[in-house]
Every structure is written in C-alpha cells, then in structure tokens.
C-alpha cells in the first residue's frame, strides 16, 4: 500500500480487517500535516470526510473525542481524525518514502529511500493530489522561493506585510487569500474568469430527503445528475466522451460564499491571465494579457491539480510504458485495476474511470471495499 493520506488509510484498514498480508508504506496524512494552510476550512461535511462508514467514522472519532466536531470542519481535526484512524483501525505505517515502484518478472519491487528493496505480488497506489500540483508553464522556470502552489506552505504567517499575487479562483486560492489577509498581507488574485463561481455553505450533509416545493422541485434534475455521478459504477458505464465532459463540468472551481466576509480587503483582476513571468530588482514582475504587469514578493499558485499519470514520479518508466492512458489518467479495470496486471489506483487517478467523486475524501469507503474484494 503506497500513501498513507484518506485513500491510503482507507484501502490499508479494510485490508486489515481482511487478514491481507500487508505493508503500508507512507508518512500519515503528511500533506494535511505539511501542506495545508493552518486555518483553512472544509467543505464537506462529517460523512464526507469519513473513511469508512463504521465505528471509524468521524462520528466514532467525534464519540471518542467526547466533543461535537464544529461546521465547517478545521484542517486540524481533520488531521486528528486522520492520526486516529491511523491508530484504531490500520497496520502500523512505515514512513519511509518510496523512491521508486518497479517490475522485475512477476513481482513488484519497491525502492525504500535508504536503498532497501520490498517485493510484492500487488500494489495498490494511493498518493492522494501533491505529486499533481499544477504549475502553469509560464512559471516553470522560475524557483519555489518565488513561485510556489497553493500546496507548499502549512504556515502563511511567512508571508506578514509582503505582497502576494494569487492565481487562480477557486477554494483553495479563495482560502489562502483569506489567510494571507488575517497574517496581514497584501493580497491580489489574478484569475481568467469574469466572475468568483460562489456556492452556498458546503458542510452541510447530502440529505436522502426528497425535495419539496417549486423550488426545491426545480432543482430536483440537478440533484439526480449529483447523484448518479456519485455512484462510480454509473460512471464506469459511461462512454468516454460523456466521461470527459462531465469531469470537466463538474471539477470546475467553486467556492463556499462562507469567505466572501474575509476578502473585503483583497485586490481582484478578473477575466486576466498571466503572459509572462520573470525577476526584475528582486521582485517577480508578472505581465497579464491587456499587457498591464504586476510586481509582488511571492506569487501563489491556487491553480489546482491535474493527474499525468505518465509524469508521476514514483513508477519506474517501463511501468509507465505499459500503463494504458486516457487524458493522462490511467485506464482501470471495475477491479480499480490499471493495465498492468496487480497495480490499483485510488484517489484522484481512478476519475477517468469512477467518475469526480473520486477526487474527494467521500469515495474512499468505496474504493476500500472494491479494492479489498478486488486483491482478495
């Protein structure tokens, strides 16, 4: 089992529970730990942050807390939730990093980053959205120390009285303006569209209700298209021109109207993009299409994730050869079975297959029981 993040946690406990003979290898729930901003909020409420659906749940963590978790849920108690699951219900981790997952005949070889060598005659990956981060092209060549993603820093206490240019406009670029602002910085967003996508509070649960008035009547196909997206064996059925649009559609960026009170002070430049990047005097100078520029100390980058399968870092390049694509994500079987024989993916790069849903911590109870039915 690569990671120890949500899915991770989530296929390792089920395993357990199965008597696998397992090896789960991964730091626990490190980016929460090291690269969320401290303060930020979540969307989902507690059933949509659970990883399974039994005495594990945030329910059972909030009963064994003996305190109400408040809405919307903190970064921290997330992670909290995610240490005591780790402890209650899965393998004790090894949390050395993997270097690299090769083949070699009918086995898998892990390389251990202090040279040590693990076999296994399956793998199941779950790595969760860091070695995704989006970085667009016109900054690939400038360095971290003044480019970065939203995804680098846990504390933006760094970044009191300087100037910050955020790009992008969704939940986490919204959220870290926020943060940015309380540490007392001065705070533009940049982004490409005319407008903020604003959503009403997003931690309340889905309810089973049906829906009643004109109102709630009106919305009632909109609610039955979520609902079939949510079930990724609907979405496996898909052909894959319905699968591409409706992952576009529905990963479009969103933003809980919760902040809107927390970003009177921040600067917009709507319906702008990013022409160049470069230093001039210390400072990165950033040129945007009506050929206006900017000049800051650091720019963020709240430009979200994009699954490349054939970028991704830990699998050694003739694995990567024989894994079957679409779009960069790899191509799974029902079993969440990539094309090579007895390698899994969970998380994020199972969406081509299993739908958006997979982008979020709700599918992980999902994935644990197909994946533990799939390996044993």
Not at 265 to 283: D, N
Request: proline content about 5%; overall charge positive; glycine content about 6%.
């Amino acid at each position: 089992m690569v990671g120890a993040g949500p899915f991770g946690l989530a296929v390792a406990a089920a395993l357990k529970a199965a008597n696998v003979d397992l090896v789960l290898l991964g730091q626990v729930m490190s980016f929460w730990r090291d690269h969320v901003p401290a303060g930020t909020r979540l969307l989902s409420g507690l059933n949509g942050l659970s990883f399974s659906r039994d005495d594990f749940s945030m329910y059972g963590y909030q009963r064994s807390v003996k305190r109400p978790l408040s809405l919307p849920v903190s970064a921290e108690d997330f992670l909290a939730y995610g240490q005591w699951y780790h402890q209650s219900a899965c393998p004790q981790a090894d949390e050395r990093l993997v270097a690299s997952i090769g083949r070699r005949e009918s086995e898998f070889v892990l390389l251990l980053e202090d040279g040590e060598e693990i076999t296994a005659d399956r793998v199941v990956v779950a790595v969760g959205m860091k070695p995704f981060a989006f970085r667009p092209p016109q900054f690939a060549a400038l360095p971290s120390s003044a480019v970065s993603h939203a995804s680098s820093f846990r504390d933006l206490a760094r970044f009191e009285a300087k100037q910050v240019l955020i790009i992008g406009s969704g939940q986490s670029a919204l959220e870290c303006a926020a943060l940015l602002v309380e540490h007392k910085a001065h705070v533009e967003v940049i982004a490409r569209s005319l407008a903020l996508p604003w959503r009403d509070t997003g931690h309340l649960e889905w309810s089973s209700a049906r829906p009643t008035g004109i109102k709630r009547f009106a919305d009632l196909p909109r609610a039955t298209l979520r609902r079939l997206l949510d079930d990724p064996d609907f979405f496996y059925r898909l052909p894959a021109a319905a699968r591409r649009v409706l992952l576009r559609r529905t990963l479009r960026t969103a933003i809980s109207a919760d902040l809107k009170s927390r970003l009177n002070s921040v600067q917009f430049s709507m319906g702008r993009s990013v022409a160049a990047a470069h230093f001039q005097a210390g400072r990165i100078v950033l040129e945007l299409d009506d050929r206006s520029t900017r000049s800051a100390d650091h720019v963020l980058l709240g430009t979200g994730y994009r699954v490349d399968i054939k970028g991704f870092p830990l699998l050694a390049p003739e694995l990567v050869r024989r894994i079957k694509t679409t779009d960069e994500y790899p191509e799974l079987t029902r079993r969440m079975e990539s094309s090579v024989s007895g390698l899994f993916f969970a998380g994020a790069a199972a969406a081509w297959n299993f739908g958006p849903i997979m982008w979020f911590v709700r599918s992980a109870p999902w994935s644990a029981q197909r994946i533990c039915r799939s390996v044993w």
